[in-house]
């Protein structure tokens, strides 16, 4: 590709939002990463949360679904449970461990999912333009014009609990941030003369979009979806919290936070430690993206 | 300014309209019988047939979807299927309760975000700021129905200085300003405050962190104007975007208040969307999404217009 190769060099200044791909970019951004102690401690719990989900049901001391009627909701520090046991008598350290596993998925599935439709609608709106940019993104406008937690609910209400429908309402609540950012950046990179140069060397509008456009916008768009995990946890955890997510009794630590308001007034610190796992997690990923972002933000 | 305000109205129609189609196919999405939850388990065809008829359920979607259009803009959002009472009613009184609750948060968040981002931005780089900063994080990443939770356990289980739930003295759902009222407001609203005050105080850092990288400033400090002075023309740079992001949050908390009223059972438009969820009540369902979502659409040209009329900078277009 030697017409994108010079086009590059020459004639893209580095616009706030668009990344010039230069070699070594990632490796700066990965060397300003690691000079940056709290992202690095975040991203380290983020994994080590990653590595939990995964390894589950082999660090679990117990069955996360086997109850005992006779030892319900003792406290924490007893003996063979070391984080009490929940209002059916269930192990809370399994269950919080096994937790990870949809919560974890809750957050991270429907932002992919929202980032892959959502920046080919918006690159095909904004590279196709007319009528189809219009349409697509004045469709795009309406589903904006809901409070995220009203459409989420709205959704997942309308559709019935479960844990495909909270995903595919999750979805649809991130299709349209991550659409109008790709349509911004794919607009302005449309009119660039190495875009033009390359059409004039007879590329075709599909090999366009893959080479240039993509190249171009997949940064700042995978950046903004990554912001949107925290506050995906907290909307998905926010649904199971409604019991409009996972079916009980499943472990999940939206759905845990439900059912253990009954203890509350008998054992309240108990009732907080699915909730401090969804902070934990949402402000692991939050720190990690701030840190991410002012790393690629190298004329800083 | 009086031709941008009506392009900008024009322009929000469309919209509007596009809101109003969500909310109608809303009920032909959800899964069932519409009239599930009202006819018997055993009733006939032929009953339901006439139920269906009776309810208009029979007839095309188009045609359906105008004549609930003509009856939703004269303001007839039809009745609740579960109570038979008309939707607005039972939907003005919870969004009374619910205005109070997100306008006392949304203030509460804005004092609290303004002052911790305008001290971090200000102080940039200092312990001040890093202080003011993890504040704003931790504002942006609680869920907030568990610090809700957190603090129903402090102050209403331990300390038992609040009541954890409602909003009056025995169920009661007057509204009175009063202690026996106001005390069920604190809970409530300070557990709402923390999502306008995290965002807002990110805002505020990074505007005033902008402001003052900017060679006017610099302008000022060279010929003499005092710390006060400076910071006279941050605020006022600052002040457009800030009260924007306030408007929208309090838009924000207005459609999202259902986690926080089911925490606290404060009877508000969210604890009634999830009633009607959960009861499969379609028309309150479809009635009490349809009006926050057009309250919000009406807040963003609100908080649009606001924008244009004090920051001369923007170009009315």
Not at chain 1, 67 to 74: E, I, N, S, T, Y
Not at chain 1, 119 to 135: C, E, L, P, Q, R
Not at chain 1, 210 to 226: S, W
Request: with cysteine; aromatic share 8%.
């Amino acid at each position: 590709m030697p017409a994108h190769a010079l086009g590059a060099e020459h004639d893209s200044p580095p616009a706030p939002a668009a990344i010039v791909r230069s070699p070594g970019y990632w490796s700066t951004v990965l060397r300003r990463f690691l000079r940056d102690p709290v992202a690095v401690c975040a991203a380290c719990v983020v994994l080590a949360l990653i590595a939990m989900a995964v390894l589950a049901p082999w660090i679990s001391p117990h069955d996360p679904l086997h109850g005992m009627a006779l030892k319900r909701l003792r406290p924490i520090g007893t003996d063979g449970h070391p984080l009490g046991t929940d209002e059916l008598g269930r192990d809370m350290l399994s269950r919080l461990i096994h937790g990870a596993r949809i919560s974890l998925v809750m957050g991270i599935v429907p932002v992919l999912l929202a980032l892959t439709i959502g920046s080919a609608i918006g690159v095909v709106a904004g590279y196709v333009g007319g009528w189809t940019n219009a349409v697509l993104m004045r469709t795009m406008d309406v589903l904006f014009a809901f409070p995220s937690v009203l459409l989420a609910v709205a959704l997942a209400g309308a559709l019935g609990p479960g844990l495909f429908n909270s995903l595919l309402a999750l979805t649809v609540v991130f299709v349209p941030p991550i659409a109008r950012v790709a349509e911004s950046v794919t607009t302005g990179v449309r009119g660039r003369d190495y875009v033009e140069a390359a059409r004039a060397s007879g590329a075709g509008a599909l090999t366009i979009i893959v080479r240039h456009v993509l190249g171009n916008v997949l940064g700042p768009i995978f950046v903004y979806a990554m912001s949107l995990i925290a506050v995906a946890m907290i909307l998905a955890s926010g649904l199971s919290f409604l019991g409009l997510g996972v079916k009980p009794p499943q472990p999940d630590w939206g759905l845990m936070l439900n059912t253990l308001r009954t203890a509350l007034y008998t054992q309240p610190l108990l009732c907080a430690l699915p909730g401090l796992m969804i902070f934990v997690t949402s402000i692991s990923f939050n720190l990690m993206t701030d840190g991410l972002r002012s790393a690629m933000d190298i004329k800083a | 300014m009086l031709l941008y305000c009506a392009k900008r109205v024009l322009l929000t129609l469309p919209i509007m309209l596009g809101v109003a189609l969500f909310c109608f196919l809303l009920v032909h999405m959800a899964p069932g019988d519409p009239l599930v939850s009202v006819l018997p388990p055993d009733a006939t065809a032929e009953i339901k047939a006439q139920m269906m008829a009776v309810y208009g359920f029979d007839r095309p979607y188009h045609e359906q979807f105008l004549r609930w259009l003509a009856r939703v803009v004269q303001g007839d959002l039809g009745s609740s299927i579960r109570t038979g009472r008309p939707v607005w009613g039972e939907l003005s009184k919870a969004l009374g309760n619910t205005l109070m609750l997100a306008t006392l948060a949304t203030a509460i968040g804005f004092v609290l975000g303004t002052l911790f981002g305008f001290v971090a931005g200000y102080f940039r780089d200092t312990w001040i700021d890093k202080t003011a900063s993890a504040m704003a994080v931790f504002g942006v990443s609680v869920p907030h129905y568990w610090l809700g939770m957190l603090l129903v356990i402090v102050f209403a289980v331990q300390l038992g200085w609040l009541p954890p739930t409602g909003a009056g003295p025995g169920g009661s759902d007057a509204w009175a300003w009063d202690w026996a009222h106001v005390r069920h407001l604190i809970l409530p609203a300070i557990t709402m405050s923390v999502i306008p005050m995290g965002i807002i105080a990110r805002t505020v850092r990074a505007l005033v962190a902008e402001i003052l990288s900017q060679e006017f400033v610099a302008g000022l400090r060279a010929k003499g104007m005092s710390g006060a002075g400076i910071l006279r023309h941050v605020v006022k740079n600052a002040a457009p975007t800030a009260l924007a992001v306030m408007g929208i949050q309090l838009g924000y908390l207005l459609g999202g208040s259902i986690l926080i009223e089911t925490v606290f059972s404060w009877p508000g438009s969210g604890l009634l969307l999830n009633d009607a969820i959960f009861q499969r009540d379609l028309p309150l369902l479809q009635g009490t999404i349809l009006v926050l979502a057009l309250f919000f659409v009406m807040l963003n040209l609100a908080v649009d217009v606001m924008q244009t009329t004090l920051d001369p900078r923007i170009k009315r277009t």
